[in-house]
């Protein structure tokens, strides 16, 4: 049962043409994130929501919106993307109450040419 | 600003042997996790540790969680080719569950 669905799982873009990288969780959770993680480095917080309410990281590029039109769902946009926007992104859910580990989806590779 | 280390950065261990790795972190928290992620995969949670002198145990792999000198170790017993993974921890600077900072991750190789 998968709680934590990304697509599409691969994605191939141009260089400056817009993507859209989308996440829904079947957990009911309050938290959304999205993470970027390249090769052997640990995941970087992009962003995440707290219910609607939007937490931006501070190096986080302008590049990169999110939009969460419900609980379910969370998107993650590439503006312009650039060779160095190459990498997993990962989006992930979390509780605010118990435990509140992340739950993570099986995250989409990007390539941009 | 909330910074974690671990070490070794890079084990590399024979089957059958125990091993641990640290992680460390710079300000207070009483909550830390650990994942385990293989190559070209996402993270899968192992442990969840939520107070001070928290051990929680899985197969091969203890954890445990010292919030005053702020340092959670990974124990593995007896080690397996199966292990072979790279180990994060990640810290949450705040008990909403919004707010978590991952350590540079342990990249373990198990070998026969």
């Known amino acids: 049962d998968a709680m934590v669905i990304q697509n599409p799982r691969y994605q191939v873009t141009q260089f400056g043409k817009p993507v859209t990288l989308s996440c829904s969780q079947t957990l009911n959770h309050n938290v959304m994130y999205w993470y970027q993680q390249k090769s052997s480095q640990a995941p970087k917080l992009l962003f995440h929501?707290?219910?609607?309410?939007?937490?931006n990281e501070a190096d986080t590029p302008d590049n990169f919106q999110s939009r969460r039109p419900n609980t379910s769902f969370c998107f993650l946009d590439i503006r312009s993307p650039g060779l160095g926007d190459a990498a997993m992104y990962l989006c992930?859910?979390?509780?605010?109450?118990?435990?509140?580990?992340?739950?993570f989806g099986p995250g989409t590779r990007l390539l941009v040419l | 600003e909330l910074k974690v280390e671990q070490n070794p950065l890079f084990l590399s261990m024979q089957e059958g042997k125990n091993y641990t790795i640290y992680c460390n972190y710079s300000?207070?928290?009483?909550?830390l996790y650990w994942y385990r992620q293989d190559p070209g995969k996402s993270l899968e949670s192992l442990f969840v540790?939520?107070?001070?002198?928290a051990v929680k145990q899985e197969g091969r792999l203890m954890a445990s969680l010292d919030t005053k000198a702020r340092l959670s170790t990974l124990h593995i017993t007896a080690a397996v080719h199966d292990l072979s993974a790279t180990y994060f921890c990640a810290v949450e600077l705040d008990n909403y569950g919004q707010n978590f900072v991952f350590g540079p991750g342990t990249r373990l190789s198990v070998l026969p």
């Open positions: 540790l939520l107070s001070n002198g």
């Open positions: 929501y707290y219910d609607k309410d939007f937490n």
């Open positions: 992930a859910t979390s509780g605010t109450e118990g435990l509140q580990t992340q739950y």
């Open positions: 300000t207070t928290s009483d909550r």
